[in-house]
Structure formats: C-alpha cells, structure tokens
C-alpha cells in the first residue's frame, strides 16, 4: 500500500523522484494521488499541477495523528495510485527529534520507505549511509530500496550498486545529471508551478529519464493505492458535521502570485461550514468583492511583490476601509505584511501597506519551526488560554511602531509563541474582528476556527437582515 519516498536530507532529490513518477503515471493516463509530509506549500502546488490532483499535507503535528489517517485512507482510496513525499531528512521532526517526521509518519501509515540518495561523491561509503537509515530507530523504518541521484556514469552506478548489495538493500533507479531535473528556489523553497514557464516541457524529459533510469517496475507496485473502505466519510463533513442551512456568506480570499500558501482543506471547511470562498488579487489592484463578509489573507511572497502591492490603491483603500468597519480579517504570515504600515523589498526599498496595523516590515533573521500558540486574549476566532499547534517560517520581520502611531481597531496581542530553539514571545493581533499572526495553523487540526468564523458571519448577517441589510461594508 502506497510508499513514502524519503532521504538523508534536503536537497537529496526526493522531489525529483516524486514528480518523475506523477508524472510517468499522468503519461501513461493512470490517476496518482500525491501527499507530502510536513508544513510545505511550495511542493503540494508542485505535485498537484504534475499530478493533476490536489496534493494533501500529513502533519500529525498540526493536525493530529486522527486526522491524517482519516485524510489518507479518504484520498488515498480514490486513485490508481498514491505515493508521499516526506519531509528534510527521514528522521528529522520537532527539534532534534523525531516527532512528526518521515519516519514517523510512515511508521503511523505502515508505508514502506524508498530512500532517495545523493550519490555525486560517493562510491562504498554509500552502504555505511544507507545501512544507518535502514538500522535506525525508534522509530524503525521498512526499507523498500534506494534511488540515488547524481549517479555521474554507469561506471559510477556499478560501483553504488555493488555498495547496496553487499546489505542487501535493492536498487530501484537513479536521476542522472540532467538541466531539466535542476528545480530553481528562493528564499522560502522551490518555485511555484506558475513561475515554471518550462513545466510541460520539463515533465516530458522527466518521464523519459524516468523509463531510461528508474526501475519502474520495481517501484510501481510501491504506489500501490489505499484499499476502499466502505464504513469510511469524508473526513471534511466528519470534523464539521452537517453543512448548516441557509445561503452561503462570501469571504474573500486574497490568491495570486503574492498570496497562494494555503492548505486545500481551508477552502473545503469554509464552504463546508455554510461560507462561499471568493478569490481575490491585491496584485492586481481588484476591489474587494463587495459582498463578502468577512477577509482571509494566506501567507505568500508579498515581499516579492511589494512595490506593485503598494502601487495598489484600491486593493488596499479597500482593505483599510473594510477594517475600520470591523470586517472580520484573518490573515497569517505573508497576508500579515499587507496590514502593515509599510513593506521593504528585497533592496530595502519601503512601500506603503494598508496601514491597519502599527508595523514596518522588513528583511530579518530567518524564523522556522513548529511553535506552540496559547491566546492570551479572546478574539475573533480563539480564545484565552486555548492551545494550538502551528509552523512558522519567514525571513522579513516586523518592527513596532511608536506610541504616536493612530490607534489600530484591535484589542492586542493574539498569543504566546513558544518552540524548539526559539525564544518565548508574545506575538499577532487580535480582537473582535481580526486575527493576525506570523503562524502557519491547518485549520483540519482546528477546526473550531472555522466554525466560530461561521458563527459570526451567520450572527452578524442575522443581525443585518433584521435591521433592514448589510451596511456597504
């Protein structure tokens, strides 16, 4: 049953693997779904486009060991095949620990791990590296075989090949050197598919390697797909429950090329719960749909974009108006950047936000790592001494400004952050309609969020109906 397809570290090429096989199977006309392990955005919109199915997260840290195998067997039984992308190194998770890791994850699911390794400098070294991974626990891993990457000649792959037998470990293939499997990054990961303007033609390269390299007859039976169970629900109706009645209540979706970090779940719950996802593109300076009730701003690269953002007058007089009229907002890392007063770009360049909170933004130290959240306040959707799981990771960073700044329609700070390796903090916003904070949350492993935004949209819209309407706002 399916696979986790693993490594020894980021940057191995287990990415490669996974969109070589997607897209081997999308050739072939054979449905693949694809899961990646971890809090990653940038790789699920990678495997979803090659794929051409929405690629799911398995996080037992944000979500709950629960969750993820409910969202598994869901998925991952509607499909030809399945297989999973895991996370940095096999063993790493929270801190120096293994909690949410590759292993972890594949340990809770059962899967059997292909280990994909970088080979460019090694010859029989290799069987020391790959005998550790395999030996390695808790917890302990099914080792179904290895890819290696870089292999440089077939006289190089003799040499590997021969390291791997001396344990007893199959081969399954290797991705030579070749352009087409260099995927560019940034500063947060690789490039998005819709900066990709090569990706039907790299597939095509990648799906002949794959029949040149790979042995895909060993590794097809690992992407083998859950079996149906005809007791199991959709676990988006089995969180929330019954959809509630009446007409869906719009909320805007901040969704471009500056916005797009979000999990498919938090769409699926919003509509699950009674509300209607409508996009739109601050980049391109589109009003705010008049009719929505509430505002959700995704993480994103808003950095990268923001002396367009900030050219963006309408998006953003929008925007600041829709506050001042306490407009439900909920915006989380990059969606945070455009309530301040000002973004600086990658030169240090300042550029106007929508000034809705008292910050400047601007290139910092890197922030990254799972972080505990407790509210120290009730707000728009949490409240005091309630707990949560989250991820951070961002390198522009805030500064506060002075107490001159005009007073921001927010109550105060959201919560206390506390994580590995990482100072204690006080960090977001909050009140009775906003909620802003640097965190990544899965709202599948919280799903009172959504609900209690639900419930005020619907209390607010019942509240309007009996006054005689909703106020242009």
């Known amino acids: 049953m399916a696979c986790l397809i693993a490594a020894p570290c980021s940057g191995s090429g287990k990415t490669l693997l996974s969109l070589s096989l997607a897209a081997v199977a999308r050739q072939r006309g054979e449905s693949l779904q694809p899961f990646k392990v971890g809090p990653d955005y940038l790789d699920p919109q990678l495997l979803s486009a090659v794929a051409g199915r929405e690629c799911r997260n ?105 390291a791997l037998a001396s344990i007893e470990v199959p081969l399954l293939g290797v991705l030579p050197s070749h352009p087409s499997l260099e995927l560019p990054s940034r500063h947060l990961g690789l490039l998005p ?42 676990p988006i109706g089995a969180l929330l429950g019954p959809p509630p009645s009446g007409p869906s209540l719009p909320v805007a979706i901040a969704a471009d090329a500056a916005f797009h970090f979000r999990y498919p779940e938090t769409t699926e719950l919003l509509e699950a719960a009674g509300l209607e996802p409508v996009s739109w593109s601050p980049l391109a300076d589109e009003p705010l749909p008049a009719e929505a009730r509430a505002i ?127 100072p204690t903090r006080l960090e977001g916003w909050t009140g009775p309609a906003m909620h802003a904070s640097w965190l990544h949350l899965h709202w599948a492993g919280s799903p009172r969020l959504v609900k209690r935004l639900a419930a005020r949209l619907r209390a607010t819209d019942a509240q309007a109906s009996g006054s005689g309407g909703l106020s242009d706002g």
């Open 58 to 162: 398995l996080d037992p840290i944000l979500c709950g060991s629960p969750w993820l195998q409910s969202t598994f067997r869901w998925h991952g039984s509607r499909a030809e095949h399945v297989l999973v992308e895991g996370v940095m190194g096999l063993f790493d998770g929270r801190g120096p620990s293994s909690e949410g890791s590759s292993a972890a994850v594949a340990a809770l699911l059962d899967l059997p791990v292909v280990l994909v390794v970088e080979a460019s400098r090694q010859a029989g070294s290799l069987a020391a590296l790959v005998r550790g991974f395999r030996d390695h626990g808790p917890p302990r891993v099914r080792l179904a075989g290895v890819v290696l990457n870089r292999v440089g000649s077939e006289r190089h792959r003799s040499l590997l090949q021969e």
């Open 296 to 422: 959700l701003l995704p993480g994103g690269y808003p950095e990268l974009h923001a002396e367009h953002l900030g050219s963006s007058q309408r998006s953003l007089g929008d925007l600041a108006v829709a506050a001042a009229q306490n407009v439900p907002i909920v915006a989380e890392c990059g969606g945070l950047l455009l309530l301040g007063s000002s973004l600086e770009d990658g030169a240090g360049r300042a550029h106007a936000m929508a000034g809705v909170l008292p910050f400047q933004a601007r290139r910092g130290a890197l922030s990254l790592g799972y972080r505990e959240a407790t509210a120290v306040a009730d707000g728009l959707l949490v409240r005091r001494g309630e707990r949560y799981q989250g991820h951070e990771f961002h390198r522009w960073q805030i500064r506060i400004l002075g107490e001159d700044t005009p007073k921001m329609p927010v109550d105060g700070q959201l919560w206390n952050l506390e994580g590995w390796g990482a």
């Open 193 to 234: 598919p819709r900066e990709l303007e090569d990706l039907e033609e790299r597939q095509a390269v990648w799906v002949e390697l794959a029949r040149r390299h790979l042995d895909l007859e060993g590794l097809w039976p690992l992407l083998e797909p859950v079996p149906p169970d005809p007791g199991l629900t959709d």
